[in-house]
Nanobody, 116 residues
Framework: QVQLVESGGGLVQAGGSLRLSCTAS????????MGWYRQAPGKQRELVAT???????VYADSVKGRFTISRDYAKSMVYLQMNALKPEDTAVYYC??????????RGQGTQVTVSS
């Protein structure tokens, strides 16, 4: 099992920045990729960014050029740097990890609110 804990959400004005962090614990050596999803009220959960072990990051079109995902393998962490935030980025952001068997793990989520 993998446990994920997110931090770094909050309230920010449009155009501002936030950095989300996620720490993995448990069976971290089985992790094959990590990423971030988000879910806004009344909407389906959507992929924001993901990065496989040693691979290239993949971003949703809506965040390309504004968000950057990165990993610290030594600390079992994944980050999401969010710049030029827009009100439509408001959502609960969830950290995600996939293990070698294709099992998904998700954190409790952190709220990001962007005011106009």
């Amino acid at each position: 099992q993998v446990q994920l804990v997110e931090s770094g959400g909050g309230l920010v004005q449009a155009g501002g920045s936030l950095r989300l962090s996620c720490t993995a614990s448990g069976s971290i050596f089985d992790i094959r990729g990590m990423g971030w999803y988000r879910q806004a009220p009344g909407k389906q959960r959507e992929l924001v960014a993901t990065i496989p072990n040693g691979g290239r990051a993949v971003y949703a079109d809506s965040v390309k050029g504004r968000f950057t995902i990165s990993r610290d393998y030594a600390k079992s962490m994944v980050y999401l740097q969010m710049n030029a935030l827009k009100p439509e980025d408001t959502a609960v952001y969830y950290c995600n990890a996939v293990n070698r068997n294709g099992i998904d793990y998700r954190g409790q989520g952190t709220q990001v609110t962007v005011s106009s």
